[in-house]
């Protein structure tokens, strides 16, 4: 059974950081690039970054660079996102995908 399970979500304030980790089972994980997405309140759901399945190739939304990285261990089926400097438009549900496969998702608020 395929799973994707996000955590680390929450509140922060803004400038603050959080990490989310995604733990992958039932498929070959590190055969798979992954990708983070996210989808703000009221908006479409869309690309944040993306991660080769080796983890040497990395690509980020225009928004995001800079501030977030995205990283994996393919020892322990997990990608992760480092999201430093936060701000409030960076308010949404993340969602961690690797093909047509999709998590549950995990809420960032960031306000004061």
């Known amino acids: 059974q395929v799973q994707l399970v996000e955590s680390g979500g929450g509140l922060v304030q803004p400038g603050g950081s959080l990490r989310l980790s995604c733990a992958a089972s039932?498929?070959?994980?590190?055969?798979?690039?992954m990708s983070w997405y996210r989808q703000p309140p009221g908006k479409e759901r869309e690309l944040v970054a993306l991660i080769s399945s080796g983890g040497g190739t990395t690509n980020y939304a225009d928004s995001v660079k800079g501030r977030f990285t995205i990283s994996r261990d393919n020892a322990k089926n997990t990608v992760y996102l480092q999201m430093n400097s936060l701000k409030p438009e960076d308010t949404a549900v993340y969602y961690c995908?690797?093909?047509?496969?999709w998590g549950q998702g995990t809420q960032v608020t960031v306000s004061s």
């Open positions: 995908n690797a093909g047509s496969r």
């Open positions: 039932g498929f070959t994980f590190r055969i798979y690039g």
